[in-house]
């Protein structure tokens, strides 16, 4: 279940919305992903553009020893092991406290509001203070509908791609070609194999040295690229 909350100000008062939809992707948390979400709250990262962010978590996590990996990996299966009911007990929770947060909020500045709530269904809900509620009826097609179109480009957009995306399937393919399954990419000795089928004018080199367009170009042509050991 994937569970995206946006807070944004207009002039007639603050606006929530909560969308939840059936995630067709992995959502279960890994270590790495782990990782990169506590790197990404230093000063010193946050502020950094996404490319230079994800060359920052590859080298941490490069540099991290195997038991410090594994303490990432630990906590992430932990995670892991919430059940459906849990899941929705925590997501209740957090509502809770965004609730209590608007409360709080109306109190120290009398405001109007409202708010769009688009569940799994597709079908659209609102509501909120009189002259909020009232401004959503008005604006429907504006407010209602043209958040419902915003959330459908979302949901069709494409899949960030990670320098750990390609360093799987890096490996993946190395495994392959050796036989061996789990065995890594020996990027120091890559002069002894080919990437047969890399897009035109990208060569192996490690992960985080590719920059983000170079890493979709890579991940669309996955299913063509082929690790050839050299004779």
């Not at 038991?67 to 849990?86: D, I, P, W, Y």
């Not at 097609?141 to 791609?161: N, P, R, Y």
């Not at 669309?220 to 690229?225: L, P, Q, S």
Request: glycine share 6%; proline share 4%.
């Amino acid at each position: 279940m994937a569970i995206t909350t946006c807070t944004m100000f207009y002039s007639v008062g603050l606006l929530f919305v909560v969308f939840t939809q059936e995630n067709k992707m992995d959502s279960r948390t890994t270590g790495y992903n782990l990782f990169c979400k506590e790197l990404s709250s230093e000063e010193g990262v946050k502020q950094l553009a996404s490319p230079q962010r994800f060359t920052v978590y590859a080298a941490r996590w490069a540099a991290l020893t195997p038991e410090g990996r594994n303490v990432f990996k630990r906590r992430a299966a932990k995670e892991n092991t919430l059940s459906t009911r849990q899941r929705q007990q925590r997501w209740n929770k957090c509502v809770k406290k965004m609730l209590k947060i608007m409360d709080e909020m109306q109190s120290l500045q009398p405001t109007s509001g409202y708010f769009v709530l688009v569940p799994k269904d597709g079908t659209p809900r609102y509501g909120g203070t009189p002259e909020g509620n009232s401004f959503v009826t008005e604006e429907y097609e504006t407010v209602v509908s043209g958040f419902c179109k915003g959330l459908d480009k979302q949901t069709m957009a494409k899949q960030v791609i990670t320098v750990h995306d390609i360093r799987q399937l890096f490996n993946r393919k190395y495994a392959e070609a050796v036989g061996q399954p789990g065995k890594k990419m020996p990027y120091k000795t890559s002069s002894e194999l080919e990437m047969e089928g890399l897009p035109e004018g990208i060569r192996l080199k490690k992960p985080q040295c590719y920059g983000t367009a170079q890493m979709r170009k890579i991940w669309d042509a996955r299913e063509d690229i082929k690790c050839v050991l050299k004779c």
